[in-house]
């Protein structure tokens, strides 16, 4: 257990920690600017609880005033959900002066992991991971999840990498910082919405056993670094390819001409794209949420038994 000052472990996330028993950790960017109240709250509560039903404790991780807070009440999600936007949402750059202000924030992938590590968490569920935007060879705008994964030991379970993304230069990145990306039950990297991208994994693995055992050997070997399991929507939910790549291409138009730049524009993307579906791309994602932490939580069960 780490005794970092600025952090609190939830009672229930400490004693199965101490005991050995699988925790798996949650981010709170989703709460706060994934989704609108009442929906973010009601999904995150959701989430703990299959995480629960498939035999691990949830974590959801967030920074209250000034605290890094490794599972939170229910009452702490409720005021998550509803202050939202409000928050800061808070990478790598932004956690010491969050610390030192006492103020809030709330964790993208890259956080979650750092906290999660901190508090020796080894699992975290989530809807999908950043990578590198189209056209960053001119405006080099690079997802901090890619650097994280490749120096945070944690395995991350998403849905692939959104389809907002060029997701073969987010491959490529991932090689370089030498992160294995695994196909949970698929040779092709999911694309979030969608169970295809027409590109390929490292690797296919179709039981959490064998996921658990691939991690086990990492740590062991002390090689650094996290894992990347991809594990795809689940298919009454996947959307059709052509709908949302033309609602994407739309948001990203948008996004230029408007002139949205930097840790604005993925949230600008992901609700523009939800308008533009109907609402069907966030109904998706919430489920392939619910996927993720149950495939999540019998994984880092499995990896308790090793």
């Given amino acids: 257990m780490n005794m970092n000052k600025y952090l609190d472990v939830n009672p229930e996330v400490a004693e199965a920690l101490v005991n050995g028993k699988p925790v798996v950790a949650l981010e709170s960017t989703i709460i ?95 809807g999908g991971i950043g990578g590198v935007h189209r056209g960053a060879e001119t405006t080099m705008d690079i997802s901090a999840d890619l650097e994280e994964l490749g120096r945070t030991p944690v395995m991350v379970c998403c849905a692939g990498a959104k389809s907002i993304l060029d997701l073969g230069l987010t491959l490529e990145y991932l090689e370089t910082k030498g992160v294995p990306v695994i196909g949970y039950g698929t ?87 939800a308008e533009l579906t109907g609402g069907d791309s966030l109904a998706s994602n919430i489920q392939l949420v619910y996927n993720n932490a149950a495939l999540t939580a019998k994984t880092a069960a499995a990896y308790s038994k090793l």
């Fill in 32 to 126: 706060s600017h994934g989704m609108p109240y009442p929906q973010n709250v009601e999904t995150a509560l959701n989430v703990e609880k299959i995480i629960r039903d498939n035999g691990a404790v949830p974590a959801t991780i967030a920074i209250i005033g000034g605290r890094l807070k490794a599972g939170l009440t229910a009452e702490e999600i409720e005021y998550f959900g509803k202050k939202g936007r409000a928050i800061h949402k808070a990478s790598r750059r932004d956690l010491a002066v969050l610390c030192a202000r006492g103020e809030d924030g709330a964790t993208t992938v890259t956080t979650t992991m750092i906290i999660a590590h901190m508090a020796g968490i080894r699992f975290f569920a989530t």
């Fill in 187 to 273: 040779d092709e990297l999911p694309a979030f919405y969608t169970r295809q991208s027409g590109f390929g994994v490292d690797y296919r693995i179709d039981t959490p056993e064998d996921l658990a055992a691939a991690f086990k050997a990492q740590n062991d070997l002390q090689l650094g670094g996290g894992m990347l399991v991809t594990n795809p929507i689940p298919e009454q939910y996947s959307m059709d390819k052509a709908v949302i790549d033309a609602a994407i291409d739309q948001a990203i138009r948008e996004s230029k001409e408007q002139g949205i730049k930097g840790k604005e524009t993925t949230p600008f993307l992901l609700a523009r794209v």
